[in-house]
């Protein structure tokens, strides 16, 4: 995506992808880190939790619910997460 848009114009576009393919796990992955950036926390994470169903082996999708988590004052929360993901890094190669 062009990087002179608006986080604004970024969201929209993002929705517009989804419309498409719902389930696109860089979409949905772009989406909530838009999110995030805005400090829209709870969103980011509905958004990681469908990047996580939609592929349970994107392995950025832990990471990134794991420090969300710990922003939001939720560390048992974020270790189950990274307990979660910490398989799947090891599977990809990525641990």
């Not at 990471?63 to 189950?80: C, D, T």
């Amino acid at each position: 995506m062009d990087s002179e848009m608006t986080q604004e114009e970024r969201l929209i576009k993002l929705n517009e992808f989804l419309k498409v393919n719902p389930t696109d796990t860089f979409s949905l992955f772009a989406m909530a880190m838009e999110l995030r950036s805005l400090n829209r926390q709870n969103e980011a994470l509905k958004y990681l939790d469908r990047v996580l169903a939609a592929d349970p082996n994107y392995v950025p999708g832990y990471f990134q619910k794991a420090e969300i988590l710990i922003e939001l004052a939720r560390p048992q929360e974020a270790r189950r997460v990274l307990l979660d993901g910490i398989p799947k890094a090891v599977e990809a190669g990525q641990f």
